[in-house]
């Protein structure tokens, strides 16, 4: 084989090749050359953006029909100017050869440019993806955050699957082996045990789905800059928290942060902690907490064949699992106003807790319109008849406590997230001297909160189950 460049040549498994050029005019195909015969070969081309190597395309050779070991890519002529790599050869499994993938060691640096440019040397290349990579390790030694102090942050996650490494400047995003689910089966065995008998001989097709049963995934933080170790690792928290958000939505399932490690280069120190969620549901047992045979009963009874009361039992869970206190407006409030709106509260007179009818400055009487009145008519239709509650029931320390000011509250807040209302007086205090009441009431709202606990939310919340809970107990069977 004839070498036609001075640079040494890539190896893997006895393979050497070589690109006659580096340098790909737009319309021009690669040249490839290798110390084998290149039939029934396929490349895979990465090209250098900005911020980091990406896949760029895999396009199959065509053989020189005198030499078997020299091949041309056309498709790499089709891509824009910019730089390239030649990263591995490969092969399909057909019956005339085996798959098998050829890996650059190391991968080959070329170019494409418009037909007008003077072709680059190789080290000129070189040279240029070098001051890339510069450029590259700034931004990253920037960091995020600002402060005296700076520091490097490992997030764990579980239950959220990455199978590629992803670069996104400010942090890292990585696969990592499975947690695995061994105490879900040991809690079974435990049992067995308990009642005399063997633990079950689990298959390995079995025990291999254990071991893979909740995926892990690092975020990797190289720099988060803040004024002590402590705030380094909650801006690497926060920032995290959006990117498993954004995660979750792309590959439909949500995941949980269960430990971070910080680590301060300068100084050597070193941080670390578990994130063990809280158990988020009642932590009464017995007969008020729901553990009542009788009652579970006749709510199956109410579910079974009705798949919109289904929905809403689902909407109420998924609502009270939202960590988020602001998230969790939006969840609770459109389950309400879903509610509302199946149940045609829309239209209806406007009526006052006690069921008088509304009438507007000419006597006609008031319709049932906006969102905030269909949630109120909805309370007062199923939970007023039946004294479940009373307008001043959940009043105690708001200074906004009627249901119908609590009704506007939650209705301010879910639209303050859901929307980014531009009249929020929350989001911009100096609007509280021009703003309308209904702004301005959710703003002082926010003086009730004592010690992180959100009475509005509470509230909220309670008003929602008990809606749910009636809707459940109209479909209860007949006595």
Same mark, same amino acid.
């Given at each position: 084989m004839v070498i036609l460049t001075g640079a040494t040549p890539t190896t893997d498994g006895g393979w050497q090749i070589v690109l006659p050029s580096r340098s790909v005019a737009v319309g021009s195909p690669l040249v490839v050359e290798a110390n084998r015969p290149l039939t029934g070969l396929s490349i895979q081309v990465g090209r250098t953006e900005e911020h980091e190597d990406i896949g760029a395309l895999s396009s199959p050779l065509e053989v020189d029909p005198g030499q078997a070991n020299v091949a041309r890519c056309k498709a790499v002529g089709d891509q824009p100017p910019g730089l390239y790599w030649l990263t591995a050869l490969n092969s399909d499994n057909t019956p005339q050869m085996a798959p098998m993938a050829v890996q650059m060691q190391p991968p080959l640096l070329f170019e494409v440019r418009t037909e007008s440019d003077p072709p680059s040397s190789l080290d000129e290349l070189e040279s240029a993806y070098g001051e890339i990579v510069r450029r590259r390790q700034r931004r990253r030694s920037a960091g995020i955050g600002s402060g005296q102090v700076a520091a490097s942050v490992l997030v764990f996650v579980k239950d959220l699957l990455t199978t590629t490494k992803?670069?996104?400047?400010?942090?890292?995003?990585?696969?990592?082996?499975?947690?695995?689910?061994?105490? &879900?089966?040991?809690?079974?065995?435990?049992?067995?045990?308990?009642?005399?008998?063997?633990? %079950?001989?689990?298959?390995?097709?079995?025990?291999?789905?254990?071991?893979?049963?909740?995926?892990?995934? %690092?975020? $990797?933080?190289?720099?988060?800059? +803040?004024?002590? #170790?402590?705030?380094?690792?909650?801006?690497?928290?926060? &920032?995290?928290?959006?990117?498993?958000?954004? #995660? +979750?939505?792309?590959r439909g399932s949500f995941g949980d942060v269960f430990c971070t490690i910080i680590h301060e280069p300068q100084t050597g120190q070193l941080m670390s902690g578990l994130h063990i969620p809280p158990y988020r549901g009642n932590l009464i047992g017995g007969f008020i907490s729901g553990e009542e045979p009788e009652g579970l009963r006749r709510d199956l009874h109410a579910?079974?064949?009705?798949?919109?009361?289904?929905?809403?039992?689902?909407?109420?869970?998924?609502?009270?699992? &939202?960590?988020?206190?602001?998230? $969790?407006?939006?969840? %609770?409030?459109?389950?309400? &106003?879903?509610? +509302?709106?199946?149940?045609?509260?829309?239209?209806?007179?406007?009526?006052?807790?006690?069921? $008088?009818?509304?009438?507007?400055?000419?006597?006609q009487p008031l319709l049932v319109q906006e969102a905030a009145d269909q949630v109120y008519e909805l309370l007062r239709e199923l939970l007023a008849p039946r004294g479940v509650i009373g307008e001043q029931s959940l009043a105690a320390g708001l200074t906004y406590g009627t249901l119908q000011e609590q009704v506007q509250i939650w209705y301010r807040r879910r639209n303050c997230t859901a929307h980014g209302d531009p009249d929020c007086v929350c989001r911009d205090p100096s609007k509280v001297g021009t703003a309308s009441a209904k702004y301005v009431n959710c703003y002082r709202a926010r003086s009730d909160d004592q010690h992180g606990h959100d009475g509005y939310l509470a509230a909220l919340q309670d008003v929602t189950k008990m809606v749910v809970r009636e809707l459940l107990r109209q479909r209860w069977p007949a006595p």
């Open positions: 992803l670069n996104l400047l400010t942090c890292e995003v990585m696969p990592l082996d499975p947690v695995g689910w061994t105490a &879900e089966l040991q809690a079974v065995d435990r049992l067995l045990k308990t009642r005399g008998a063997s633990p %079950l001989s689990w298959t390995q097709e079995i025990l291999g789905q254990v071991r893979r049963a909740e995926p892990a995934t %690092l975020i $990797q933080f190289p720099v988060i800059r +803040a004024d002590t #170790l402590e705030e380094c690792g909650g801006v690497a928290m926060r &920032e995290a928290s959006l990117l498993v958000t954004l #995660l +979750a939505a792309h579910i079974r064949g009705d798949t919109t009361l289904q929905l809403f039992i689902l909407l109420l869970g998924e609502a009270l699992r &939202e960590r988020r206190s602001d998230f $969790q407006y939006v969840r %609770l409030w459109s389950l309400l &106003e879903t509610v +509302a709106r199946s149940r045609g509260c829309a239209g209806r007179p406007k009526r006052d807790w006690n069921g $008088q009818i509304q009438v507007g400055k000419k006597g």
